[in-house]
């Protein structure tokens, strides 16, 4: 799905990508909420995604790379 927000604008990209992820991540009944988004476009085909993830056994960062 995250190729469908190639050369898309930056508030489409950021929501879009919230939405995309949140969906994904929520299917684990383990994983409570996703907070602190925060995408940020590198290239042109690429953008650096951020957000914490809250679980049963804790909060965790993630930050990872992703082609767009």
Known sequence: EMSQL??????VL??????ILSEALLQDSRI???SNFDIEKISRNTALIKF???T???ATDIEQEVDI
């Open 32 to 34: 409570t909420g996703i």
């Open 52 to 54: 914490t993830v809250a």
């Open 56 to 58: 049963v056994y804790g």
């Open 6 to 11: 190639i050369g898309k604008s930056e508030e």
């Open 14 to 19: 950021h929501s879009e990508a919230e939405r």
